[in-house]
């Protein structure tokens, strides 16, 4: 038995192989595994109950017996789990990354992380880092580095320093003036036709330089490796050289012209030798002011887009068009994404920026380059542009230091109006003369051309569309910039944020107005109460009212000078009081008094009238002129009158074609699927929905072909108003859609609840791309607003066409009886609105009766709250009153309806739910009002008395509680009479 279990035993190791330890099975993987598992469980087990020392030495013992793969292994692993602290950034971010972080420091800090490491410096020395630094200065390379060469704008950033020429400020003023220094007509005479001489020599030193170059490419000259050569030939050198250029370029040939061509320069009449030697080194002078002498860096006026060609067309090519849009601007951004590829653009904050800022984010977008364009995409009106916040520039303000500065700097920006340069404000400054002096002034300023939209489109920011004051030869600007379906796109979008912004401006009106006076009462009472005396503050009650009317209309005038603009207010307030004092006097004195100051008054206005008639008389002599002038004014006149009736033919076309989108779109199809016996909607629902609009679009193609023929055959005695008053004699049709447009809108609410196949077509078809991102409700409004765009079109047409004009009283009939019709418009409109109102009352108000009657509306909504008297017996003066509730009054034309008003909060929100209960209601003919007068119990109070309630009511201001009893008496008397 024995000897059969040992060979038994045997087989059994056989079978396991083991190595080492019998306890180590090696060819049996799953019992391997097991066992390996049971054991790492029991060394941890151990390694938990160890002490740190004793985990140390563990770990210690376990390292030195690991081979290299399994150190590297454990290292890796420690490299993922835990980042490693104190690395050098620039070896492990990637290049951009690293460039971005360098770009923040100054020259000097740059040149002390160049001595850190060689990575640092090869990163520290690149282009991008320093070409932006000397762009800003003006300082440009005279030849294009090689594509393996870097540090060059480095060395030339030195050098110019190096070499840089401090002045103090009293020595700048010597040598160029200041800003607001006046010149005479001479000086600037002279100073034009020294800048024609410049710029002649330049010119002919430009076209012997390309010579020169030609007859060195037609020898077949090789240029050879870089080589050290002169600072002059250096500066000498044409910007757009190779940068591969050595010094045998430079020939003997070549400086013996440039010597002789300096000689030339030395013979020039007025030029100071600085400014003969920068024109002999290719370098433009800048434009001269037209005010001052001021100027700037003759380098910053380098056109740095030009570098790598060699003539002007093909830099002019390479001259970016650019856009500033203002953040103030609404859904500024679908203007960004309306921006044509290839045109620069940025977004500026319109709050808390600067004009330094703006140059500043102008000059890092152009790199050094000219703008072929500059557009200015702002808030404004037709008098001034709202560029940043404080700085609403118009005619009054452009001449501000920092203002007229900012201008420019701008202009240096652009190329010159010779080349087609241009700057375009998108602010309707086009549309008035105030606006139009302030282009002048700007392209005075600078010598650039500027460009604004004249503003005789209607509808929100569709000035942006219409006709330019001086459209440049490259086009439209709007086109010039943007793409026009997309920015049309955002003219519909601004105009909807228009339409909620009304209705919350009515909302928040109220309240924003008592939150702006008692923020100003608070301000003025604190500093009365820091500074003054409690009998003083209660003697000066006048003057803190004064001041907090002040500060109220300066909130809302938005003044650059709010200290002067406050004194100014003081004392026309005062002015007032003075002389309402002066008239009281007047009538107490004596009469002689009265009659020697009326005597005054009369010499006063025959010295007034003798004026009039010397410079009458001096008019009489200028006949001549007056005569230019007048037809001078007839021309603009002419002009003025065909941009506003191509912009009626515009707009006319535009809304022709929504109209016909209507048709396209949803009628036609709708009617094609009931033709088909495959019903979308009813016969008589589409009727309903569409007959009127269809009738609408037939007048207005009608009236678009009258206007198109009159256009085609326009002239100075041609007008519009005949076909304005044709058009106005059709309306019925119009009258028509307007009194079913309630229908119609129930009609299609109903089809789309109750028809799922509709729901699904107004799904598929409504703010799409053919529609204009509009839906079918938003399409049927705009001929209610087209009546308000015809007003204002034809009131453009009125103030461009002279009175003697043949068609001026057709134009002023054409105008009353479109305004007449749109007040017809607007009735129907309240009355809608009146019974939407009446509806709303109702299902605020608990327990309400029916409201909806006939002719019924509300006139006004006023919280009060409910008194009651301890002590009836006892006089008025002395009656002590306390309150019981709170009440709110709904006033309507033929009753008084009176609710307790509740007020609750609602957890963890800051807002307060207010409830209203129906009290009683008194029809106004049987409602007698008292006043109860003021004492020191009791303010604003009054009586309400029915035939079988009455309320004893007060109101917080007096003013409320004046207006309100002014209101009530009105509506009872009219109610009595009735």
């Known amino acids: 038995m024995s000897g059969g279990n040992s060979s038994q035993e045997t087989l059994e190791m056989d079978s396991f192989h083991t190595r080492f330890s019998t306890w180590t099975p090696f060819s049996n993987k799953s019992l391997n595994r097991q066992l390996f598992q049971e054991r790492v469980a029991l060394v941890s087990h151990w390694f938990e109950l160890w002490t740190n020392k004793q985990r140390q030495q563990f770990l210690f013992t376990i390292f030195l017996q690991c081979s290299k793969s399994q150190l590297r292994f454990v290292q890796d692993w420690f490299s993922e789990r835990k980042q490693v602290a104190r690395v050098d950034f620039c070896t492990v971010l990637p290049r951009f990354i690293s460039l971005y972080i360098f770009s923040f420091l100054n020259p000097k800090d740059l040149c002390a992380a160049a001595q850190v490491s060689w990575p640092w410096k090869f990163l520290t020395e690149q282009d991008c880092l320093w070409m932006p630094k000397c762009v800003k200065f003006g300082w440009f390379l005279p030849y294009t580095p090689a594509d393996n060469e870097y ?46 001489c410049l710029r002649k020599i330049i010119w002919e030193k ?27 030939l250096l500066r000498a050198r044409p910007p757009w050289g190779s940068g591969d250029c050595c010094s045998r370029s430079f020939t003997s040939k070549c400086q013996l012209r440039l010597s002789r061509m300096l000689r030339d320069l030395s013979g020039l009449q007025g030029a100071s030798e600085k400014e003969l030697v920068l024109a002999s080194l290719d370098v433009l002078p800048t434009r001269s002011n037209v005010s001052g002498s001021h100027s700037y860096s003759l380098l910053s006026k380098k056109n740095w887009c030009g570098v790598h060609k060699k003539d002007d067309s093909s830099s002019y090519a390479l001259q970016p068009h650019f856009i500033l849009i203002s953040s103030r601007v609404p859904a500024y951004e679908l203007v960004a994404e309306s921006v044509q590829a290839g045109v620069l653009s940025a977004v500026y904050e319109h709050s808390g920026g600067t004009l330094d800022g703006l140059l500043q984010l102008i000059e890092t977008a152009l790199r050094g380059r000219k703008a072929r364009s500059v557009g200015i995409f702002s808030d404004g009106d037709s008098r001034e542009i709202n560029l940043l916040q404080g700085y609403k520039i118009g005619i009054e303000n452009l001449l501000r230091p920092e203002v007229r500065d900012f201008w420019e700097k701008l202009g240096s920006y652009v190329a010159t109006e010779e080349e087609g340069g241009h700057v375009d404000l998108f602010v309707p400054l086009g549309a008035s003369e105030a606006g139009v002096e302030v282009l002048s002034q700007l392209s005075q300023l600078t010598g650039t051309l500027f460009t604004a939209p004249l503003g005789i489109a209607t509808g929100s920011y569709q000035h942006v569309l219409s006709e330019w004051l001086g459209p440049p030869p490259d086009g439209a600007p709007p086109s010039v910039y943007f793409s026009e379906s997309k920015l049309q796109t955002w003219a519909h979008a601004a105009d909807l944020l228009e339409d909620a912004l009304k209705s919350v401006r009515k909302q928040l009106g109220p309240f924003l107005k008592e939150l702006q006076k008692g923020i100003s009462a608070r301000m003025v009472g604190q500093f009365m109460f820091d500074s003054m005396s409690t009998e003083d503050i209660l003697n000066n009650q006048d003057t803190a009212q004064a001041l907090v009317d002040g500060l109220g209309e300066l909130s809302k005038e938005h003044s650059d000078k709010p200290l002067e603009f406050l004194s100014n207010f003081l004392l026309k307030k005062s002015k007032k009081s003075k002389d309402f004092e002066g008239n009281v006097i007047l009538t107490k004195c004596d009469p002689k008094e009265t009659f020697s100051l009326l005597m005054k008054k009369g010499n006063v206005i025959e010295d007034k009238s003798q004026d009039t008639k010397s410079s009458l008389s001096k008019s009489a002599l200028n006949l001549e002129g007056l005569v230019k002038l007048e037809r001078r004014l007839r021309r603009d006149w002419a002009e003025r009158r065909s941009a506003a009736v191509r912009e009626l033919l515009r707009s006319e076309r535009k809304y022709v074609q929504l109209l016909e989108t209507v048709r396209d779109v949803y009628a036609a199809p709708l009617g094609a699927a009931l033709s088909a016996n495959r019903a979308i909607l009813s016969a008589a629902n589409i009727q309903i929905i569409f007959s009127d609009i269809l009738r609408i679009l037939s007048l ?40 079913n447009y309630p229908v119609v809108l129930r009609t299609i609410e109903k089809c789309r609840e109750m028809t799922p196949a509709f729901r699904a077509f107004l799904k598929r078809h409504d703010k799409t791309i053919v529609t204009h991102m509009l839906s079918l409700p938003e399409l049927l409004l705009y001929p209610f607003r087209r009546f308000e765009e015809y007003i204002h079109l034809l009131y453009a047409l009125k103030l461009h066409t002279p009175a003697e004009h043949v068609g001026h009283g057709d ?130 109070a009054f009586i309400l008395q029915g035939p079988k309630h009455e309320w004893l009511c007060a109101t917080e201001v007096e003013d409320d509680k004046f207006l309100w009893m002014s209101i009530l008496q009105k509506a009872i008397r009219s109610s009595v009479e009735k």
């Open 151 to 196: 540090g060059a704008w480095k060395h030339h950033y030195i050098a110019c320093v190096t070499h840089l020429d401090w002045l103090t400020p009293r020595e700048a003023a010597a040598v160029y003036g200041t800003l607001n220094e006046p010149k005479t007509e001479d000086e600037e005479v002279q100073e034009r036709q020294r800048e024609r």
């Open 206 to 232: 430009t076209a012997l330089r390309k010579t020169w170059l030609g007859e060195r490419e037609a020898r077949n000259e090789q240029p050879g490796a870089a080589a050290c050569f002169p600072e002059e």
């Open 700 to 739: 207005n193609r009608q009236f678009l072909g009258n206007l198109g023929d009159r256009l085609q055959e326009w002239g100075p005695a041609h007008c519009v108003g005949d076909i304005f008053i044709k058009f106005g004699s059709q309306l019925n049709t119009y009258t028509n859609f307007f009194n």
């Open 811 to 940: 134009l002023n009939t054409a105008i009353n009886q479109i305004k007449t019709y749109k007040d017809y418009i607007d009735q129907i409109k309240e009355n809608i609105h009146m019974k939407e109102q009446l509806s709303d009352i109702q299902r605020l108000i608990w327990g309400c009766p029916t409201l909806s009657e006939a002719n019924r509306y509300l006139i006004r909504v006023q919280d009060v709250v409910q008194l009651r008297c301890c002590d009836e017996e006892i006089s008025f003066s002395l009656r002590v009153y306390e309150q019981i509730r709170d009440l709110t009054l709904f006033l309507f034309n033929d009753a008084l309806l009176v609710s307790s008003r509740g007020t609750s909060h609602i957890p963890f929100e800051r807002i307060s739910k207010t409830t209203y209960q129906f009290t009683a209601s008194v029809a106004l003919h049987r409602l007698l009002i008292e006043d109860i007068p003021d004492s020191k119990y009791v303010k604003n």
